[in-house]
């Protein structure tokens, strides 16, 4: 092997942690994975996915989030009335103890309401988890492509 090989291999070694750990945050017993968007091309509101697992032996919950992008950012989810999908705001997300929680389409999610400016494919942004017992946790989210169903992270 000859010296440019070894810097290349040395280079792979010390990014490849880096660019794991991006997209994974952790809070005590709580590992954040993969927080992202879909893009818009207007500041309607957007909305946010992540999938918050919990290793420890007692629950959490999900009760707000705040950046600096939005006015507000809500949780909401789902649910079906007469046969039509409406989104409607909830208090809190559980994380049981052991488990996990998923935000996803058509599912619970983050509601980024009044926008600042569009959600971009590419860009990441901001945004603090709050929870009842892990506290204040901030994330980054990356903006995925405007059709997206999950991260391509």
């Avoid at 017993?29 to 927080?35: E, K, S, Y």
């Avoid at 809190?92 to 935000?103: N, R, S, T, Y």
Wanted: glycine letters at 10%.
């Amino acid at each position: 092997m000859n010296r440019r090989h070894l810097l290349l291999i040395a280079a792979a070694c010390t990014l490849a942690p880096l660019a794991a750990a991006a997209h994974e945050f952790k809070a005590g017993d709580l590992v954040i994975h993969h927080p992202w968007a879909r893009a818009g091309a207007q500041t309607r509101p957007g909305a946010g996915y992540v999938v918050i697992e919990n290793h420890g032996a007692a629950a959490d919950r999900l009760t707000g989030a705040e950046s600096r992008i939005a006015e507000m950012v809500e949780l909401h989810t789902h649910v079906m009335e007469n046969g039509v999908a409406k989104m409607t705001q909830v208090e809190a997300i559980d994380v049981p103890a052991g488990g996990k929680a998923e935000l996803k389409p058509h599912g619970f999610h983050l509601m980024l309401m009044g926008l600042k400016q569009p959600l971009a494919e590419g860009d990441t942004f901001p945004v603090t988890l709050v929870f009842e017992r892990a506290g204040k946790v901030e994330v980054t989210f990356v903006t995925e492509a405007a059709g997206a169903t999950e991260s391509a992270h």
